[in-house]
Nanobody, 126 residues
């Protein structure tokens, strides 16, 4: 599975961005798809994830109520709508997909994901 992340950019604090992760080669069916982010000097952390078949979603506490993950009907795209952005959201955002259907407790673990996109930079200016 090849992943292509897009939608990053520069936005003012309080603004919104929508990230997209497109799969090619194979679909997202029967996988989990996660959005991770990594800020300078920090570890990579899971922002949100979705288990495609079960439609379970996961959000980090820091983004609950502000970010929304969604899947399209074509099984090839996952989006992350990010609202009320602040400077702490500044990071490179990566989408990732698992091989198979992980259990819920494994979603935050980067090792759960086999395939990774190239990352897209989100910069929030204050």
């Amino acid at each position: 599975v090849q992943l292509q992340a897009s939608g990053g950019g520069l936005v003012q604090s309080g603004g919104s961005l929508r990230l997209s992760c497109a799969a090619s080669g194979r679909s997202f069916r029967n996988r989990a798809v996660g959005w991770f982010r990594q800020a300078p000097g920090k570890e990579r952390e899971l922002v949100s994830a979705i288990r495609w078949t079960e439609r379970n979603v996961y959000y980090a506490d820091s983004v609950k109520g502000r970010f929304t993950i969604s899947r399209d009907s074509g099984e090839n795209t996952v989006s992350l709508q990010m609202n009320s952005l602040n400077s702490e959201d500044t990071a490179v955002y990566y989408c990732a997909a698992s091989e198979g259907r992980p259990i819920l407790s494994m979603l935050p673990n980067p090792r759960t994901y086999t395939y990774w996109g190239q990352g897209t930079l989100v910069t929030v200016s204050s």
